[in-house]
Structures are given as structure tokens and as C-alpha cells.
């Protein structure tokens, strides 16, 4: 049977993958300190590799393919084909921003004010080129962890990776600029992508994943509406389309079905209420697929 080999990340967001995983239709398993999780789909391997490491594994050809930030795709200058961006991440499915940041009382203003400083990071291959690229000469060194805590003592700045910025405000420090701003990406060794096979799933697999994804801010919602209600009820739907209507069993009545953004539907269910609709009801979707 034809195997394709893919790595999922270690970590931070282990669990958030695993999840997407399962609203796209695999369902992944784990022991407690397996590497090698297993899963209902018999051709796929699974391994789990730091995000950090992966776009060498991929580029190597250790594994086809695998799922990190573009963020470790460029710090690593790897040589992999990606495949699509996946808009997931630990805490708000927002990008992940690396930014440059110094403590709040600190006199450095912009890049230009880091001459001679050092600079603390994990990312430290894309702050070079940022700094240079800002004609800066400074020093850049690796950080093994704890980055926040360490300006102004033990660095100047930092470069450091956000989703909302709290942590950073919460270690009293002021974000100067963007570095670089990273998406969850499914890349691929390019030598797998000649293989038919191993392109074709890993083309299923995308859609499936970004199906997965699309349905995490949207819900279903049906309702039945009698037929005098229905014009004022259609100017309510908001849809991807259009609502899908059917008649019910008892004269003058319509099912209406329609997909909507979950962040309108705790004000619009009481507005379809009041317009006539009733049973309404509201399900969680596992894919939208466009």
C-alpha cells in the first residue's frame, strides 16, 4: 500500500492540530510519550517533530510532508513547496506576528536605536535579515526560552513571537516593530509532490484540512417559516449563497436552511424569532468547502 509520511507539530500546537485533524475526518491517537501517534487512515504515517526542526525533516525527504509556521519555513531557508496556509494557531486562529519589542521604559524608539545592542530571539536567522536589511549592527542571540523576561538586563530587545500581545504587556514590554508575520502552512518535499500518488492525497488532505477550517467560524441553522413570514425571514439570512428552501409536510410551511458566521447568530436568532420563524435550530459544522 502506498504510504505518505507526514509530521505533525510537537508542542504548542499539538492539540489544536489534532482537533482540525478530527473535524476533517482523521481521527488521531496518542500515547502519553509516543512520538508516533496512530490514526484511521491507513496510508498515512504519522510522526510529531518541533515546528522549529520540521522544514529540515521535510526538505531532507525524512518525512513528505508537514504541518508548521511559515515563520520556521523561512528561518530554516528550506527548500519545500507550500502547499496552502491553514489559518490555525494556539489561541485565536489569528497570524502569529513576531515582533520586535523592548521594555516599556526603554529609549529605543525604532531599529535604527539597536546599534550596538544585543537582541535576544529564537528566530534568529530572520532577525539578521531584518537588521540588516534596517542597516543596523547589532548582536543577535539565540534564546532558549523565557525571551520576555529578559530585556532590559539580559538584552536590549527581542524578537518574539505574538498572537494577541498580552504576554508581552504582561512582562512590561513595548512592541517597536513587525518582523515577520507567519500562517500554519502544509508544506511538501518537492521530490514527493512528482509522486501521483502522494500529490493527489496531499491535495485531498488540504481540502479537507481547509474545509475543516472554514467551519470553525460558521455554524448551520434551520428553522421552519410559514409562508406569509418568509420574504421578511430571507431579508434577515445572511448565507454563503442562498438559503436552501423546502416545503414542509403541512400546506404553507418551508423548511429554511442556510450557513451564517457564528458571531451574528446570538442577535439574529431573536430578530428570526420575532419575524415568524420557529423551531429554529442551530448545529456545528465539521467542513464548508468552497
Not at 524578537?159 to 504576554?167: C, D, F, K, L, Q
Not at 491535495?203 to 475543516?212: D, F, I, K, P, V
Request: hydrophobic share 40%; charged share 30%.
Amino acid at each position: 500500500m502506498d504510504k505518505l509520511k507526514l509530521a505533525l507539530p510537537k508542542g504548542s500546537l499539538e492539540e489544536a492540530t489534532f482537533h482540525l485533524f478530527a473535524k476533517a475526518g482523521f481521527n488521531i491517537v496518542k500515547g502519553a510519550r509516543s512520538y508516533y501517534p496512530t490514526v484511521d487512515d491507513a496510508s498515512l504515517e504519522i510522526v510529531l517533530y518541533r515546528p522549529q526542526e520540521m522544514p529540515r525533516y521535510v526538505e531532507d525527504a525524512v518525512v513528505d510532508a508537514g504541518i508548521c509556521g511559515h515563520d520556521w519555513v523561512v528561518e530554516n531557508e528550506a527548500d519545500v513547496e507550500e502547499l496552502c496556509a491553514l489559518q490555525y494557531s494556539k489561541a485565536t486562529n489569528r497570524p502569529v506576528r513576531w515582533v520586535l519589542a523592548v521594555n516599556e521604559d526603554s529609549k529605543i524608539k525604532s531599529a535604527k536605536d539597536l546599534n550596538g545592542k544585543k537582541v535576544a530571539t529564537e528566530l534568529v536567522n530572520v532577525t539578521k535579515k531584518y537588521l540588516a536589511a534596517k542597516k543596523v549592527k547589532a548582536e543577535v542571540e539565540f534564546s532558549w526560552g523565557a525571551t520576555e523576561v529578559k530585556p532590559p538586563k539580559l538584552a536590549d530587545a527581542i524578537v518574539e513571537a505574538t498572537e494577541t500581545g498580552s504576554s508581552l504587556k504582561a512582562n512590561h514590554l513595548r512592541i517597536v516593530d513587525t518582523v515577520l508575520t507567519s500562517t500554519t502552512r502544509l508544506i511538501a518535499n518537492k521530490k514527493s509532490l512528482k509522486n501521483e500518488w502522494k500529490r493527489e492525497k496531499l491535495s485531498r488532505l488540504a481540502l479537507l484540512l481547509q474545509g475543516a477550517i472554514n467551519a470553525q467560524s460558521k455554524v448551520g441553522l434551520k428553522m421552519n417559516v410559514a409562508k406569509g413570514n418568509l420574504k421578511k425571514i430571507l431579508v434577515l439570512l445572511p448565507a454563503l449563497k442562498k438559503p436552501t428552501i423546502s416545503t414542509l409536510s403541512s400546506d404553507g410551511w418551508y423548511d429554511v436552511d442556510t450557513i451564517i458566521d457564528e458571531s451574528v447568530v446570538r442577535d439574529l436568532i431573536p430578530d428570526l424569532k420575532k419575524a415568524g420563524a420557529e423551531g429554529i435550530i442551530e448545529y456545528p459544522l465539521n467542513k464548508v468547502i468552497y
